[in-house]
């Protein structure tokens, strides 16, 4: 035993000979020992002494029961900076056993779906083509590391910090500052066939391969781009309408047109939604990810006191929940109180720029026309700034509340995100629109908030990325039939990572605003954010393939806390165009005698009118197509019968 542990040792291990053990085969680098399919890269830090490199290499090599990780590793150095570069994989069985842990579900023999179990791993169809999917088996790769807990406390060679008993060892690590990160890698041949078929191919603008998106990245990010592709399908209507409106509705855009695009916007807006559950339903249930969160357990990052878990019976930390709120309710809410009265103050600024604009320029002349659109240009640029500044901060609170579920985790970032950058975008539009009352200055800012808003978040997203990769950090992602010596993990380290679907979402939900709430006052807007999406599709593809770091996958069944914000958007966008309708002049001088509170009480009765239409709407759509609604009534009563079935066999055995 001791012999194999030291050649286990011995090959895992550093030594300054490492480059004999690699030869180069058609420009890739390749280990002389058994080659297994390399799916991750784990990276250490710059400095980090050899002995504690050896020592986490032991611990990913060696067996779980020797308490390790049993995942494949080859290390290698770079000619040049002498970096340390860790390839990582894991055996088929191992790769089973780690899919059964994470709970995945696979289709059977049968064709049903069902969670995997390596006890009944012949009932599932193994010979399929792609029966765990490069997304999956990196997922398990990230998990087995993730969750790699120490049995004993143990100084960790080279340093003086201690690893504790049950404390997960790559995640102290990783806080330690001993490995920088842990990333999967994007495999080439398959990049180029998805890249063919999504954002290189021009058949369909809209039309986008879901399947292999979700096969590639995972199913968070392919129900995202399946969202946004339904979305965009869906502001064809809105733009029509807008077209049409604005060319061939004449000059009188007051109350009549406010009722109009009331009426409009509470329509599209329900049935946008409802529409999209359908889908999500029937994709999540194709996909096997329908109704797959019943529990979750403790995120990687989680720290705090060891604990029993009274649900898992097992060691895990345990952070008071009571500290957690001392931090959200002591430190990060008067923070983001903080930033709001910032972006108040901001507004006042820009009002105050306008008046000095106006007093010094006359705005007939072509240059007072000119200068007049500046003030607004400069809050739009100013807003975004503040927006991208705004989410850094909001992810590091969230960050440090220290949140045990992921889905705790996600949902306290989006109401961070969603409170601020929703007070931030529109505060200036109900700013004009019900202290102000000037329709003219209101349809300048909506379009100039609108434009110039997309037109920085697609330079920001994709094209200043991609022109630092390629041409500063000159490490822009080849295909497959590219020839360069350089190390594929060299090359994808380069490129920037994923933070995850926040920041997209939070882009649709804010344009989603400006429709819903402000089209009566500006009518093309909806077609902006149209042709806005039809390049973000593609911008986005190009993201993810070429310029971002491939993010492990992560399983959903639907876009989750996101569509319940939309919902309070289109309630919201109810209200504001009922007040629109109330307040416009046309209305004013049909209700001349009615006092005050008479009008508030017609405008709460119209606006309850319209709230009622808009869950008639809601409750006349189902959520669930027919035919799933059997579907899952069938999987339910199989179920049923299998249990009845097991108690059955359980009062024979013991009669």
């Known amino acids: 035993m001791n012999n194999e542990k030291a050649k286990h040792h011995k090959n895992n291990s550093l030594n300054d000979n490492e480059e004999e053990t690699t030869k180069l085969i058609h420009g890739r680098r390749f280990s002389l020992q058994i080659p297994f399919a390399e799916l991750c890269v784990l990276e250490f830090s710059s400095g980090i002494k050899k002995e504690t490199k050896e020592w986490v290499l032991n611990k990913l090599a060696l067996l779980p029961s020797q308490n390790g990780a049993g995942v494949n590793v080859r290390v290698t150095q770079t000619e040049k900076k002498k970096d340390t570069i860790v390839y990582v994989g894991v055996t088929k069985e191992r790769m089973l056993e780690g899919a059964e842990k994470a709970c995945l579900k696979k289709r059977c023999k049968d064709g049903t779906l069902a969670d995997f179990t390596i006890k009944h791993k012949d009932q599932f169809d193994q010979e399929e083509a792609e029966f765990l999917s490069t997304a999956e088996q990196q997922r398990i790769i990230s998990y087995i590391i993730c969750n790699l807990v ?83 399908r869906m502001l064809v209507f809105p733009a029509v309408f807008g077209i049409i409106y604005y060319f061939f ?31 999500s339903a029937e994709t999540a249930f194709r996909w096997g990810t329908y109704g797959m969160v019943k529990f979750e357990e403790a995120r990687p990052s989680y720290t705090g006191e060891v604990w ?30 903080l930033c709001l009265v910032g972006a108040f103050w901001m507004m006042l600024m820009s009002f105050h720029f306008e008046k000095v604009v106006l007093k010094h320029y006359d705005i007939t002349t072509t240059e007072g026309k000119v200068m007049i659109q500046v003030p607004s240009i400069v809050y739009s640029i100013l807003i975004v700034i503040c927006n991208k500044l705004y989410r850094k901060l909001a992810r590091f609170l969230n960050d440090w509340e220290n949140h045990r579920l992921e889905s705790s985790y996600a949902n306290n970032l989006i109401l961070k995100l969603v409170v601020f950058e929703f007070c931030n975008c529109f505060m200036s539009l109900f700013y004009v629109a019900f202290y102000i009352r000037d329709m003219k200055l209101l ?37 497959s039939h590219d020839k360069s010596e350089e190390h594929p993990a060299l090359r994808e380290s380069k490129m920037d ?43 986005d593809a190009f993201k993810f393939c070429r310029v971002l770091q491939r993010p492990f996958s992560r399983p959903a069944g639907d876009i989750g806390t996101w569509l319940i914000v939309f919902e309070i958007m289109s309630v919201l966008a109810v209200v504001t165009n009922c007040a629109l309708i109330g307040m416009s002049p046309e209305i004013q001088e049909l209700l001349p005698q009615i006092s005050l509170i008479k009008q508030v009480l017609i405008f709460v009765a119209v606006e309850h009118l319209f709230l009622g239409a808009k869950a008639a709407i809601a409750i006349l759509i189902p959520d669930l197509p027919e035919w799933l609604e059997i579907e899952l009534a069938k999987e339910e009563f199989q179920s049923k019968q299998a249990l009845l079935q097991k108690k059955a066999e359980a009062m024979k055995k013991t009669d």
């Open 308 to 337: 029993i878990n009274p649900v898992t019976k097992r060691e895990e930390p345990h952070y008071p929940k009571w500290k957690r709120s001392l931090k959200k309710y002591a430190v990060s809410c008067p923070i983001i109180i």
């Open 497 to 539: 990572e994923y933070e995850g679907t926040f920041d997209d979402y939070l882009e649709l939900f804010l344009q989603f605003g400006y429709i819903s709430l402000f089209s009566a006052v500006y009518p093309l807007a909806a077609c902006f954010a149209l042709a806005n999406n039809l390049i973000e599709i593609r911008s």
């Open 443 to 479: 349809r300048q800012y909506v379009a100039s908030l609108l434009i110039v808003s997309q037109v920085i978040d697609q330079m920001i997203e994709t094209v200043i990325p991609y022109l630092v990769l390629r041409f500063i950090r000159k490490g822009a992602l080849p295909d």
């Open 150 to 232: 120490s049995h004993d406390d143990e100084v960790i060679p080279g340093t003086k910090e201690k690893v504790y008993r049950s404390e997960k060892t790559i995640i102290k690590c990783m806080s330690l500052g001993i490995v920088s990160r842990l990333y999967p890698l994007h495999q080439l041949g398959e990049l180029d066939e998805l890249s063919q078929a999504w954002y290189q191919s021009l058949k369909n603008i809209v039309k986008q391969p879901h399947d292999m998106i979700r096969r590639y990245f995972g199913e968070t990010v392919a129900i995202y781009f399946k969202f946004l592709g339904f979305y965009t």
């Open 249 to 279: 509705g004449g000059q009188r855009r007051a109350s009549h047109s406010y009722g109009l695009f009331a009426i409009f916007n509470l329509v599209w807006t329900t049935c946008f939604l409802e529409i999209w559950k359908r889908k």
